[in-house]
C-alpha cells in the first residue's frame, strides 16, 4: 500500500504564488510517476502537472510557464510551486502516484486564488 500526505494549498490573491509538497510512502518500487491533478467545482479532474522517477516532466498548457513541479527522490516528495496565480486556478489539488500498474491519491488540498 501507498499512502501520500499533501500539505501546502490555501488562499492567495491573483499574481500571488504557493507551492504544494507531497510525500510517499509505502511499497514504491521501480519506476514511478508522480503528479499534480485538480478538481474545480463542476468539472472533472486534470492533469496539472506530472515527473517521472527519471526525472522528464509534463504540463497542462494551461499551467506551462507559471508552475514548476519538482521532486526529491530520496523523500519520495513532489513538489509544485505555482506563481502567478489566476483565479480559474482555483480547484481541489491532488496527489497522485502511478507505481506497477496501480494508482494512488492524495486527500486533496484546497487553492483558492481570489481576483
Known amino acids: 500500500q501507498v499512502q501520500l500526505v499533501e500539505s501546502g494549498g490555501g488562499l492567495a490573491q491573483a499574481g500571488g504564488s504557493l507551492r504544494l509538497s507531497c510525500a510517499a510512502s509505502g511499497s514504491i518500487f521501480g519506476i514511478y510517476v508522480m503528479g499534480w491533478y485538480r478538481q474545480a467545482p463542476g468539472k472533472q479532474r486534470e492533469s496539472v502537472a506530472s515527473?517521472?522517477?527519471?526525472?522528464?516532466?509534463n504540463y497542462a498548457d494551461s499551467v506551462k510557464g507559471r508552475f514548476t513541479i519538482s521532486r526529491d527522490n530520496a523523500k519520495i516528495t513532489v513538489y509544485l510551486q505555482m506563481n502567478s496565480l489566476k483565479p480559474e486556478d482555483t480547484a481541489v489539488y491532488y496527489c497522485?502516484?502511478?507505481?506497477?500498474?496501480?494508482?494512488?491519491w492524495g486527500q486533496g488540498t484546497q487553492v483558492t486564488v481570489s481576483s
Open positions: 515527473t517521472t522517477s527519471s526525472g522528464s516532466t
Open positions: 497522485g502516484l502511478s507505481n506497477r500498474g496501480n494508482t494512488y
